[in-house]
């Protein structure tokens, strides 16, 4: 076995190959099933093959008890997709991060994105006691430094460096918007190397924050990937629009779905998300898009395809 | 201070179900300044006592004093309890106190008429709010002077998360967001260059087991 640094040689998984080429990236999202079954992950797989460089395998999202991403991760893999792993710190205390990151590498999950979480009282166990021992720029941190380092939190060696591709997220609709840039800077210096933002409607202020990212130099520290997630309904845009903190949703998006037949909307919210990414395309400093289709995920190769997309590069050098 | 409320009359009356009489013990600290176990309180919960178990048709009788502290023994041992008069203490102070007075009353059975709540300040007549979960490893003159382990509803250090919003929590619109308040309060100290400091994560070795302290200095 060829060690380097405690580190077995191992390749760079997709996603880092091809944003590091330069090239456009394309991620999706599939949520894990709310019981025992690993079938259903390997349907999302099956739906998505050939159509994203990588998914993203929620961590019980929403507060909502559902399989979880380690073990979901694992099944796309052997399904041929590659995982984005996410973890949330409201489950999970150092101890438990640091231990599933080594476990995740060890499983073959290249792509690891860290995340406060949402919080408990949104889910299924409003009564559960959120953990959030440390935050979303700390695991950042943490992980970074063991891989870095080879150290762990605690300060002890790490026998066996992980060299997970650290994700995270970002809001540029969130308040106050003055710090949504130097909270990226955070995350640069915590150890992220890509980032997938809340979802983009609002067009004009996600470029306001992009030329803000721009004139701190981080689009050349970081891989963005702008979130897009296609409107299903009128209904679901409204309860974004008014309902969901830190999500801007501007009011001609809303006229535009009402001025089309109600069932044709679903093929609207599909012909936006495409046109969404092909402005998105244009940004400088833009190097992908997160494509999430919320228990929608048929809807994905369609909009894929839409913006131009297909084929996928392999992503290998 | 401690703050504290009192609990459903309903429950207390519950706990007292096998006491025919009970020594009703008040504090003249934190829970006498925000209104829940002073001897005002102490007056009022008595009077009500007694007139639900008359109408229970099971009178009671209740004794009622009120110390300095219950949360130190010399005051705790001025407690007029006595095995043969009182068949439980109902303690009208904070959690710490009504535990000392069971420490102190080996014999006796001891109460909780109230709930102890958090930590916190006074705003305004009537209105406390929480600001200090005592997690023992102080971060305040990082965060200009702003709690995000009490204010910030996940608690996080390095804020805000994507929740912020109008300056609310995403949690509940009641409760202001921890950290647009430390934000606008480092800009308004020209410190807002700070905020990219990342914060280290919070030492919990003195939060996760009972604490304890014993300082030399004083004896």
């Known amino acids: ?317 | 201070m401690i703050v504290a409320e009192q609990k459903p009359i309903q429950a207390i009356l519950a706990t007292l179900q096998g006491a025919d009489s009970v020594l009703l013990a008040g504090c003249r600290g934190c829970v006498t300044v925000c209104g829940a176990g002073g001897e005002k309180e102490v007056r009022v919960l008595a009077s009500l006592l007694k007139s639900a178990r008359n109408e229970q048709g099971r009178p009671i009788r209740v004794d009622t004093a009120v110390v300095e502290r219950q949360c130190e023994p010399e005051f705790v041992d001025e407690l007029p309890y006595s095995r043969d008069d009182h068949d439980a203490v109902l303690s009208m102070a904070c959690g710490a106190g009504v535990q000392l007075v069971a420490e102190r009353l080996q014999d006796a059975i001891v109460l909780p008429a109230l709930d102890t709540t958090f930590i916190g300040v006074s705003e305004g007549k009537g209105t406390w709010v929480e600001r200090c979960k005592a997690c023992g490893d102080c971060k305040l003159h990082l965060t200009a002077g702003i709690c995000p382990v009490t204010r910030c509803s996940k608690g996080l250090l390095n804020g805000p998360c994507g929740g912020s919003s109008n300056g609310a929590c995403e949690v509940d619109p009641s409760i202001p967001c921890a950290w647009q308040l430390i934000v606008d309060r480092l800009e308004r100290l020209g410190m807002l260059d700070r905020y990219e400091e990342i914060i280290m994560p919070a030492d919990w070795s003195e939060y996760g087991k009972p604490s304890s302290m014993d300082r030399g200095d004083i004896k």
């Open chain 1, 1 to 317: 076995m060829e060690i380097n640094q405690g580190t077995e040689v191992r390749k760079k998984g997709a996603l880092q190959g091809i944003l590091e080429q330069g090239r456009f990236a394309v991620t999706a999202e599939a949520g894990p099933p709310r019981g025992a079954r690993p079938e259903v992950m390997a349907h999302k797989a099956s739906i998505l093959k050939g159509f994203v460089d990588a998914c993203n395998v929620t961590d019980n999202q929403t507060s909502v008890v559902r399989m979880c991403s380690l073990a979901a991760s694992s099944i796309l893999l052997d399904h041929g997709i590659e995982p984005v792993m996410q973890m949330v710190c409201r489950d999970r205390n150092r101890i438990a991060a640091q231990s599933d990151a080594l476990g995740a590498y060890s499983l073959g999950i290249n792509n690891l994105l860290c995340l406060s979480g949402d919080h408990q009282s949104f889910g299924d166990h409003p009564m559960a006691k959120g953990v959030f021992d440390i935050d979303s720029i700390q695991l950042l941190a943490m992980i970074d430094r063991m891989q870095t380092e080879g150290r762990f939190s605690g300060g002890d060696e790490v026998q066996g460096r992980p060299a997970l591709f650290l994700g995270a997220a970002a809001n540029p609709f969130a308040d106050p918007f003055r710090i949504r840039v130097p909270r990226l800077a955070k995350k640069a210096a915590a150890g992220a190397r890509f980032i997938q933002t809340q979802c983009v409607f609002d067009v004009p202020r996600f470029e306001e924050w992009m030329q803000g990212v721009r004139e701190r130099g981080l689009h050349e520290k970081l891989f963005i990937l702008a979130g897009i997630t296609p409107i299903k309904s009128l209904k679901m845009a409204r309860y974004m629009a008014s309902k969901v903190p830190g999500m801007s949703v501007p009011q001609e998006l809303l006229d535009r779905l009402k001025g089309v037949e109600k069932k044709k909307r679903k093929t609207e919210g599909i012909k936006i998300a495409v046109e969404t990414i092909q402005k998105m395309m244009e940004i400088p400093g833009v190097s992908g898009v997160h494509i999430m289709a919320i228990e929608w995920e048929e809807a994905v190769p369609k909009i894929v395809e839409g913006a131009g997309l297909v084929p996928r590069p392999s992503g290998r050098a």
